[in-house]
């Protein structure tokens, strides 16, 4: 059109700028605006605001900034639709306190501002935590006259679940209901999303059924996050049912629904229905992403076919999947899993060739690797060697290394580990506390072992089974069926339920006879238990 003499209007332009903002090519709406400049065609506020909206979808924040600093200097004055594209770009891309910075100038300016303007700065606060001032911006809103929305609610109730705050979200939920606004699919999801997480499934399904009472209309996410919560509470089979039950309502499954299951199949051992997930997911002409194919590399691995595993990651390069740090991760677990530590260590060196620096979780990976094989001198080099190069060791790391030493019986070892995290101020968990009881009951120390139980009770870790368990079998090899059975109570009342392995140490030096007294004697303390519960409730 340039080339025939024909100049387009400024509408033209902006026109053509929306459509490569839509399509992410910023390069090509970079020389627009310079050819717009070139022939003399002045930029709108349509025109900032779009080459805006560009920058900011990509990330490129400080250019976002420097055209608005230049729109200002050829006085075409930022209007609210401006400062809110700014705004949603700089949340998230973590600028928070600049995106707030904006805020205080809009008003200074006198322009209005909405919903829209705090939205991307309470999701902002939120993912990262700052749960406390994401409330303060909502309320912050309210007083400058902006009314929340769904929008408003929805993103602060997804931060309160991602962070396990499911009164408060439920809360939030219901502040919703009472100022008239209704609940759309993404409120349902974000909540069933909560529970999920923390293995409520039965107030998931509750949500579940109240969407559908609402006449809203769930969709595959909604049906994701349940299956996803169903397989985090090893129920695979219900999984399975809600997976044919989106099928028979018209909700295609998609590459995440088959991923999840697949990775479900393989954490239960079954690699065969693993695989014929994937297999399901191929016939149905879904093309695996990054995440199915790093799932059915770990399926791969842990059949010991590292050749497969291989093979898989070629093809995922050649779908243009180009091996990753979680990629070589999965690898080097992989292979420490099997025992193939000699290739796990190449892999490190490899990684390190291609441009990937290992990380905690690579270093986690091999080191525990090692201490399964008993060899805790490599082990101690390994970790020695990540502090080195100033990778920082997480929980895990520290409580693979109690684990190992414990398990040795070579508890002075494990303890300089355990007091060292703590002066590096990394919480031991209730699996750290579990691998120091376990090791002093094996060499026969019970009131040391008692000392890091009331220790983790102390810190605010609630005991589990297994804390219990190891108690109750050392009590019982000492003969001490008294202190036992104490346990034994005190893990019903609080609720923490016995498994085969906790009945069996307790009746293991028992005969016969002894045995079916027992099993009544328990059965007894169990009814008592729940008729105390339901007295104190």
Same mark, same amino acid.
């Given at each position: ?101 904006? !805020? ?17 700065? !309470?999701?902002?606060?939120? @993912? ?140 239960? *051992? ?5 695989? @014929? ?9 879904? $093309? ?22 291989? *093979? ?75 502090? @080195? ?84 079998? $050392? ?13 034994? !109570? ?37 009814? $008592? ?9």
């Amino acid at each position: 059109m340039v080339g025939k003499g024909i100049l387009p209007d400024v509408k033209n332009c902006n026109r053509i700028l929306r459509i490569l903002r839509d399509k992410k090519l910023i390069v090509k709406a970079r020389v627009i605006y310079r050819t717009m400049e070139e022939f003399g065609i002045k930029p709108t506020i349509v025109t900032y605001n779009t080459l805006l909206d560009s920058y900011c979808k990509e990330g490129e924040m400080q250019q976002a900034l420097e055209l608005l600093a230049e729109m200002c200097r050829r006085e075409c004055f930022p209007n609210d639709v401006t400062y809110n594209v700014l705004i949603n770009g700089l949340s998230k891309n973590g600028e928070l306190e600049q995106a707030k910075g904006l !805020i205080e100038k809009m008003l200074k300016l006198g322009i209005e501002v909405s919903a829209h303007t705090y939205n991307p700065l !309470i999701s902002g606060y939120c @993912s990262k935590g700052l749960l406390v001032e994401a409330l303060g911006i909502e309320e912050e809103m309210e007083v400058r006259g902006a009314s929340p929305t769904v929008a408003t609610y929805n993103a602060m109730m997804y931060g309160l679940c991602k962070w396990g705050k499911m009164v408060d979200a439920k809360r939030q939920f219901t502040e919703m209901v009472k100022r008239n606004l209704h609940p759309d699919v993404v409120s349902y999801n974000t909540l069933i999303y909560g529970y999920c997480r923390l293995g409520n499934m039965k107030e998931a399904l509750l949500l579940f059924e109240e969407l559908q009472y609402r006449d809203a209309v769930p969709n595959a996410i909604t049906y994701n996050t349940l299956i996803d919560g169903a397989c985090r509470n090893g129920d695979l089979e219900f999984a399975q049912h809600l997976k044919d039950e989106m099928i028979n309502r018209g909700i295609p499954p998609d590459v995440y629904t088959y991923t999840i299951l697949a990775n479900a199949s393989c954490k239960v *051992g079954d690699l065969c229905l693993a695989e @014929s997930f994937f297999n399901e997911m191929l016939r149905k002409g879904l $093309e695996p992403d990054r995440v199915s194919y790093s799932t059915r590399i770990v399926s791969q691995l842990k059949l010991g076919d590292a050749g497969m595993a291989v *093979g898989l990651q070629e093809e995922m390069l050649a779908k243009g999947f180009p091996p990753d740090l979680i990629t070589y991760n999965i690898f080097v677990h992989g292979l420490g899993k099997v025992g193939n530590l000699e290739e796990a260590c190449d892999l490190l060196q490899k990684m390190v060739h291609n441009g990937f620096l290992p990380d905690h979780v690579t270093y986690t990976s091999i080191i525990h690797a090692f201490s399964e094989m008993g060899q805790l001198r490599k082990a101690r080099e390994l970790f020695y060697e990540m502090r @080195s190069k100033g990778l920082v060791p997480s929980v895990v790391t520290y409580t693979v290394l109690i684990h190992a030493y414990a398990g040795q019986g070579r508890l002075q070892m494990a303890g300089t580990y355990f007091s060292e995290m703590q002066e590096k101020n990394i919480t031991p968990n209730v699996i750290t506390y579990n691998a120091l009881i376990n090791g002093f009951c094996r060499v026969r120390n019970i009131d040391q072992a008692y000392k890091f139980f009331a220790l983790m009770e102390m810190r605010g870790i609630i005991p589990n089974k297994y804390s219990y368990t190891i108690l109750i079998n $050392e009590n019982c090899n000492r003969g001490d069926w008294q202190a036992a059975l104490r346990l034994y !109570i005190e893990m019903l009342s609080r609720d923490v339920q016995p498994d085969f392995v906790t009945h069996s140490a307790l009746m293991k030096h028992l005969n016969q006879d002894y045995k079916l007294h027992a099993v009544q004697l328990l059965e007894d303390l169990i009814t $008592e238990s729940e008729e105390f519960a339901s007295a104190v409730t």
